[in-house]
């Protein structure tokens, strides 16, 4: 046997910084010395402008999870300074590094430091709390660093109410955070925060934001919500002012008035607040508050002659500016073509061109043309963007802006595993984006899919075809006039299949499948199942599993959006932040489902599975029964060793197409979940 020697340096480090922490990730080293021992240390050094001018960085500055013996190809390093210079040294050592005379391999990295984030907040107070609020108040922190632009507070109930305590057994607390949590800003550093539940502890940490970005997070504090005593306290407190005020005389009056004014805990006041952002929040939660400033959408149903809708939506473009080039693809009313635009300003720009074929009943014209006048009111860089219409002349055309990879779907099948997370994230970040500006608006698309999305050069997404989305749901004949009477069942929420319930939250609930088909490379939902089956299974507590190298962290956030109650989904407001906090701490991204063990359980109420005797039925069951000899032949006989199972395994017997791998993995996912259930129930196979 060849004698093993330390291993090169590792390769291609690269970083992501923000205001409080800087991710640096790297890749192994091309020769790992003949060995499978390797660890990791980083060297810090802070340098002056030359470069041979360092010293080492000592203890101010935190490495996570440490900064030697790293296993991982990754740490994240916080509380460095502003404005220097940090060289990061990464080394690869194995176990007979030092046993070697050779000098060490190591890579670095220069980093520049930016402006200081401001230090944290210390101390937070609980100044009063009622049933249903609480009021918080704190310091300013020691050293702003700038002008304080406002502060977030962030809390979370401290047991999470709303999926079963199973699904989150295994997770990291933080990651509880993440799904859980409520967020609001206040300017002041006081907050009270209203919509809590009686009796009930809350924790909350608060930071600071200036222009140089976000202080970390405050430590947790715990305070609990008053019961039915602590309101009536509340108004004997109102009482006792009154009555000191009245015994006392005008001048303990005086007084009292500015001792409360001047602490800011004068109950009247609070009262009064509370009660006003109690009434905004139920006004919120009714969907009925529209925020000022933000645009509503006008259902285009609401005019009389839709033509007016459409002009006053769209602009009329004279048809000698459009240039038709080729046909790509059959829209529902005729042909979808590119081709240019030459724009008032001479210049050409590329374009779709959708078409109403000719020979069209007026009710087809009314429908193409409603697209445009619910498009035209939107703009948003995540919304497909109308340049404007033909009507005066034939063949009547919309013309919108030309998105060069298509529709998101068949996109991400002709490129099957190329993106990386983060990418895929992003994609859904504008998704998310452009959602919340549709919601923000009033506008429920009620189609949301892959296929409706569209993906320009540049991997952004944008939402379009706005042709479901007819009637308002508060429409009593909006069961009877959805275009063709169909409803995509795999994308809709059960209560929009039920009852017609279509809102943001059911836009939200197709939203989680949309995370899931992009996930899975545009895999088809459910697969084979019939729509009669995906209906049944949802209201039996079945939820998609997560898609082969999903991060946990996602699969979580789409299970908030298949929650059977509507109003435990996430908003999309909350689903773009909490997005971008996974963009931002990409490290999160790195716990992918099928590390952990143990699979997450559905929402809902208890599953109730099918349950398969041999493999050969349950490889059937996923249309996969192809593959049983081979799982026969490799020993995996039972449903309990297959549970057993990890990708290589199921490469290594032979199962060579991705898309085919992909859904045997994720069936094993829903076969674990199903075993877990049969080993707490006592039932055996
Ligand atoms: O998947 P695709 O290439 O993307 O095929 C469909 C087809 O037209 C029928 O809808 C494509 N398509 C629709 N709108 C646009 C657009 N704005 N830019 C580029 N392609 C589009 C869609």
Redo the contacts with the bound molecule.
Sequence with gaps: MPCTKPPSAPRNVNFNMNETALYLEWSPPFDTGGRKDIIYNVLCKKCGSDPNDCELCGGGIRFVPRHSGLQNASVTVLDFLSHVNYTFEIEAVNGVSDLSFSPKQYTSITITTDQEAPTLIGMVRKDWASQNSIALSWQEPDYPNGIILDYEIKYYEKAYPRIAPAFWHYLRVEEHEQLSYSSTRSKAPSVIITGLKPSTKYIFHIRVRTAAGYSGYSNKFEFETGDETSDMAAEQGQILVIATAAVGGFTLLVILTLFFLITGRCQWYIKAKMKSEEKRRTNLQNGNLRLPGVKTYVDPDTYEDPSLAVHEFAKEIDPSRIRIERV????EFGE?C?GRLKTPAKKEIP??I?TLKGGYMDRQRKDFLREASIMGQFDHPNI?RLEGVVTKSRPVMIV?????N??L???LRKHDGHFTVIQLVGMLRGISSGMKYLSDMGYVHRDLAARNI?VNSNLVCKV?DFGLSRVLEDDPEAAYTTTGGKIPIRWTAPEAIAYRKFSSASDAWSYGIVMWEVMSYGERPYWEMSNQDVILSIEEGYRLPAPMGCPVSLHQLMLHCWQKERNHRPKFSDIVSFLDKLIRNPSVLQILVEDIVGMPESPGDTPDYHFFVTVTEWLESIKMGQYANNFMAAGFTTLDIVSRMNIDDIRRIGVSLIGHQRRIVSSIQTLRLQMMHIQEKGFHV
């Design positions: 790509i693809g059959a829209g979808v590119s374009v779709a959708k497909i919108v802006e030309y998105m060069e298509g529709s779907d068949s996109f569209l379009s």
